[in-house]
């Protein structure tokens, strides 16, 4: 039992965090069907909507895909989490270590990371790669403790990604992991989350890119006067772009988990709009699952855990207890 939590406190905190790093995986391997296509080339490729797991149809990857395989996301996920179990806190050097050890199956970065062979090298990257492999920092840190989960994402994120806009998209979502599985009420995960990517802007190599928390702002607006709510079918975010750069790709997530219904629906909306699917869906998945861990569908968790076997019931345990080890109870 966790020191200063009660048995059902305890409880409540592993669902929901175990539910976050489910979601991350199921939203991934799922994205990974659509990820580079338009919306009305999805509905071509695979006769309609996507709706639950198919067999990949990716003509444009270098990679083959098997049916529910997660990619690089999950992947780095994992890699950030056991590092984090391994050195009890975020080493970067680890982590960098992990990364130069063996290729990453779907990330495009590894040869030149290889090539370059320095686990003291910081690299200047501006994609998704940075929040899409977060959640376990969120998982480590308190929301009380917001400095110290900037810190620590920035440590996570510098060897590959140390630009403002991607360390602040990568604050954003692991804040909004964090006070998720304490299970904040929706709107207060949303503000932590324009607050740390507010204050994540601040740290590393300035860019020209715009502020994460404005997009997210303009896009919920815009939603609000919509009416059709499917978000499977009907280009709904516009204003927003499910791109593959850190700010597009993190405010696009950002807003379909808050206006999503659940985990499923956030996911689903993620992946038929196309774009860099699978980082979106994984991202708006994790924290969407972990505020509402029963909306995220049982029979994805075991497609997913069958296809990839990637031990996230152990992860999250050692995560858990970590937080409250280094934190306190009091955060």
């Known amino acids: 039992m966790i020191l200063g939590l009660t048995m059902a406190q305890e409880e409540e905190l592993l669902r929901r965090a ?33 709706t639950g797991f198919r067999r990949p149809i990716q003509p444009r990857s270098r990679w083959e895909w098997a049916y529910a395989e997660v990619t690089d ?11 984090i179990i391994t050195c009890r806190k975020v080493d970067r050097l680890d982590i960098a270590r992990r990364i130069l050890e063996r290729p990453i199956k779907g990330w495009p970065g590894w040869e030149e990371f290889k090539a370059v062979g320095d686990p003291e090298q910081i690299g200047h990257r501006r994609g998704n790669g940075a929040p ?8 480590l840190r308190s929301p009380r403790n917001l400095e110290k989960l900037i810190d620590d994402v ?42 740390a990517a507010r204050l994540g802007r ?10 994460l928390e404005e997009l997210v702002r303009l896009g919920l607006r815009k939603l609000e006067m919509q009416d059709d709510q499917d978000f499977r079918l009907s280009w709904k975010l516009r204003g927003l772009n499910p791109g593959f750069l850190a700010w ?21 909306g993620a992946v038929n709009q196309g774009g860099d699917a699978d980082s ?7 924290i969407a699952a972990a505020l509402q861990p029963e909306s995220l569908p049982e029979e994805w968790i075991a497609e997913v855990e069958r296809a990839n076997q990637l031990g996230l019931k152990r992860i999250t345990k050692e995560l858990v207890s970590l937080r409250y080890v280094k934190e306190g109870r009091s955060g």
């Open 73 to 83: 996301d999950t992947r780095f996920m994992v890699l950030v989490a056991e590092s």
């Open 248 to 268: 597009e790709g993190a405010s696009f997530a950002l807003c379909l988990a808050y206006t999503a219904s659940g985990a499923k629906e956030a996911i689903l």
């Open 202 to 211: 601040m740290r590393s190599l300035k860019d020209q890119a715009p502020q």
């Open 280 to 286: 979106i869906a994984a991202m708006a998945g994790g």
């Open 154 to 195: 920035e440590q996570a994120c510098m060897m590959t990604h140390h630009v403002s806009s991607a360390i602040s998209a990568a604050c954003a979502i692991a804040a909004a992991i964090s006070a998720a599985v304490e299970g904040w009420p929706k709107e207060e995960v949303l503000e932590l989350a324009l607050e």
């Open 18 to 50: 175990l539910a976050a790093l489910q979601g991350v995986a199921v939203g991934d391997a799922l994205g990974k069907l659509t990820e580079g296509y338009w919306p009305h080339e999805i509905l071509q490729t695979y006769g309609g909507p996507i």
């Open 132 to 139: 899409m492999r977060i959640a376990p920092v969120g998982i």
